[in-house]
């Protein structure tokens, strides 16, 4: 099969990896305006070939869009009305309703899979790329109802042989869910890298930082390109997640300030139930009939 | 030399390992409120026997408090009336300004070392208790001057021993530091696990929590034992933290509500300046005259 990645960073690369190792592509054909991650890419046998926009859809099964979440907006559309008939166009980005909202009612609307692998790492380009990220791990599908079933059966394919489950949820379900679980994260930790830059002699935070201040702020490590367009498509959900979270600060702060160690110890404790979240092995969704959410094991 | 351990958790059993093994201690005695935990410490092989804290300090020749800092706090003065001499003690408190303050007219001030290893991990218990914890990480002593210089020595080569390099500061520096680089990032974590599960179905954050969700709420995992009383010694700069965390955070919300993209791409540029510090590999005070931390490395 024919698959056209375009994008060969983090995520549009190492998915590359692993097609090629499955052998569900025989032929990766890349899109990258980037010269420097073309050459590389190339140099690490991420892509066949490096093809312009046009050329490269001419012969493809399948096309991954794998670009931050602006350049999908952008590009979709055009993408859709260039793909031979029976194609298949599936997309990696982190926000969703702005994107389904864009190809509504585009004539190839059923060729589209909109999708979103939860996996990643702080690095990006070409060389970030990994195989084996997406193991384990979840993708969401949107609004599946909308897709074509055969352009949504190839994309389930691809997910499971990359070794993901699948999570089935609308548009705006997926919006919401990943500001509190993804785009939350990503801000608290970009805020309080400037918070602790704001205050601190940098010569001092690079030899007190310990292990928790380095993880807890190592997703303010991750590339503004992708991250500035996602907050802002996904800005009402975004701002919701913050307004919560500043609340949820403001009490720890007061619990402090006023001496309330009752109230202090309650929400310290309420925070550490994360653990038998965190610590769980197996996906849970499956066993779960509260929320509409449905999960597509392997 | 007789080490007598006070606390043989995840900080003082991980010391007890290293020390056995660099042979620092020829005998380790600990002392443990916990039943549970004493009986894991002895079959661990963490410590030879478990006293009493009287008997415990009878032939000490070097105390380490590795409690709570409310515990130190209360057992600091108790300890240095009943050891040898001179015997020295440390502790391992993540605050410092008011156990300072209990202790500063003590007859034996002398003995006293007040430290700080700043190493750790989520977990809690003799069982956590890992060797090599320190290795490569920074220690800050407090307050050199009122220390005994052997005392000072002493505990110097236990911590190099160990692995650590040591930066000096006042128990105000150290408290204030911590705050941002330290006791911030946890308050920021147990926020952060508090809002994610007043909004989410848990098995929907189970199921969609990825990488980057879990280690930045890793630290909400941490003990609120140990936890609990650190936000309220260190009260004022932690509040002082969260004000100034709280206000970037808020910079960030209006930015994304406002659609400033500009100030959004600004902020999140910034934030990623953080890089160069956390990928950096060497302890840089040492070349530092700005501050008047000063480094002292094996």
């Keep these: 099969m024919n698959i056209t990645i375009i994008g060969l960073g983090l995520i549009g690369g190492s998915l590359a990896l692993d097609l090629k190792k499955t052998r569900f592509a025989t032929k990766i054909t890349g899109v990258e305006t980037s010269k420097e991650n073309a ?3 190339l140099k690490l046998g991420i892509a066949d070939e490096i093809l312009e926009l046009g050329p490269a859809l001419k012969n493809a099964d399948l ?3 794998a670009i931050p979440v602006d350049k999908i907006l952008e590009l979709l559309p055009e993408v859709l009305g260039k793909i031979p008939e029976n194609a298949t166009v599936t997309d990696v980005g982190s926000a ?3 994107i ?3 190809v509504k009612n585009h004539p190839r609307r059923k060729n589209y899979v909109p999708a979103h692998p939860m996996s990643g790492t702080e ?3 070409p060389s970030a790329a990994l195989p084996d990220l997406f193991k384990g791990k979840i993708t969401i599908i949107c609004d599946q109802n909308d897709c074509g079933p055969q352009h949504l059966a190839l994309a389930e394919k691809m997910f499971h042989l990359i070794g993901m489950d699948i999570a089935y949820m609308t548009s705006d379900e997926q919006d919401l869910s990943t500001a509190f679980v993804s785009h939350l994260p990503h801000a608290a930790a970009y805020a309080l890298a400037n918070a602790v830059q704001s205050k601190e002699n940098r010569n001092i935070i690079f030899d007190l930082a310990s ?3 380095r993880s807890t702020v190592r997703l303010a ?3 503004s390109s992708m991250w500035h367009p996602i907050f802002q498509q996904n800005n009402d959900y975004v701002v919701e997640a913050l307004e919560v979270y500043i609340k949820h600060l403001e009490s720890f702060r007061d619990a402090i300030k006023n001496g309330n160690s009752d109230e202090l110890l309650g929400l310290i404790e309420n925070a550490t139930k994360i653990r038998s979240i965190l610590d769980g092995e ?3 969704l499956i066993k779960n009939e509260e929320t509409n959410v449905k999960l597509y094991t392997k």
């Design 63 to 65: 096309v991954i869009l």
């Design 39 to 41: 050459d590389e890419a």
């Design 221 to 223: 490590k991750s590339s």
């Design 123 to 125: 690095y990006s380009g």
């Design 100 to 102: 389904a909202e864009a």
């Design 211 to 213: 292990g928790g201040f």
């Design 282 to 284: 197996n996906h849970s």
């Design 96 to 98: 969703k309703r702005k």
